[in-house]
């Protein structure tokens, strides 16, 4: 018997039930630390990485699209990324939708049922009638959080630039796209008008990173008593000044842009009032990043000859960088933009 025993010992190692179960529980414990520390690792997930992308998107950064073109886009508001500028697949979309709908492009008719009445006929009705549904008397002009002038409300103003007012987002695009703009550029329009390009970069842009110098008091009105409001764009609280004369004081003497442009506006100023206001911008220009656009011509330049206009903008520390064009996108219209920057600090 006790040689039995022995010959069993000698063939393996007998192991009771008391030390089965303490083994147990150390693996147990051991698996619940190795399973904690896991747990706490700081490698980004797959969920990280997609938000870190999609923020790197939301704020600018390049992103290459269809045709490996540079794409800026914005986060507005939750997932959604919305793009700065149009993109090919947004066009052939529109196209598809037309082509499906069996709509025509040169059918279209005006129809009784969609209101037929011409801008001038709205108005006589706004100034006969005090409003399309309006209050009587004496309370009549309680109701209106911005009283409105008629002519605003019917859009005259839409139609004082010589060509489609839709012509804003084109201008917009380009000079975002050209800039490699960020909601945190700051930007500065000489010559605003009614917001028709500014619209689209106060939208943009971050709160107050949009600047304006405009000297027309209706186009002012228009900005403020109707495009700001109508866009919902007050809480952007856009900088627009009324002034003239190139005199940028009110904008702040320690502000610097990453972008200047002027829309057709240089064209209708004498040379030398052009020149005064280059000499005041070129420090108000961030260094090399910054750029200043001026559309339509620089007859202010061209007309001193161009070793003279090289001369002068060195002296102002601005540089010429070369001339764009740039298609519209709804009609059968381009622009000419010339392109400076700051050569030094």
Known sequence: MALSASRAMSKGVVVSVPVLVLSALVATVFLFFLLSSLSSCSCPTT???????????????????????????????????SPLS????????????????????????????????????????????KGISHYEKP??????????????LVEEHHSNYGEPWAGGRDVFEFLAQTTQLRPDSLVLEIGCGTLRV????????????FHCLERDELSLMAAFRYELPAQGLLPKRP???KGEDMDFSKFGSGTIYDLIYASAVFLHMPDKLVWTGLERLASKLKPYDGRIFVSHNIKFC??????????????????YLGKHTHDSLLF???????????SKA
Not at 58 to 67: K, W
Not at 198 to 209: A, D, K, P, Q, S
Not at 302 to 319: I, P, V
Not at 332 to 342: A, K, L, P, V
Request: glycine share 8%.
């Open 47 to 81: 969920s990280d990485i997609s938000a870190s992308n999609a923020r790197s998107v939301a704020i600018g950064v390049s992103e290459p699209s269809s045709g490996d073109v540079p794409l800026l886009a914005r986060k507005e508001s939750g997932n959604s990324i």
């Open 86 to 129: 149009t993109r090919k697949e947004d066009v052939e979309w529109v196209k598809d939708q037309i082509r499906a709908n069996g709509l025509h492009m040169h059918d279209n008719v005006l129809r009784k049922g969609i209101n037929p009445r011409t801008r001038a006929q709205q108005l006589e009705d706004l100034r006969q009638f």
């Open 139 to 152: 309370e009549s002009d309680n109701h209106t959080a911005f009283p409105c002038p008629g002519e605003l």
């Open 198 to 209: 500014g619209l689209h970069f106060i939208r943009y842009l971050n709160t107050e990173h």
């Open 239 to 241: 900088l627009i000044v």
């Open 302 to 319: 061209s007309r001193l000859g161009g070793e003279e206009c090289t001369k002068r903008l060195t002296s102002l520390g601005l540089e």
């Open 332 to 342: 059968n219209h381009y622009e000419i933009w010339f392109e400076f920057r700051r």
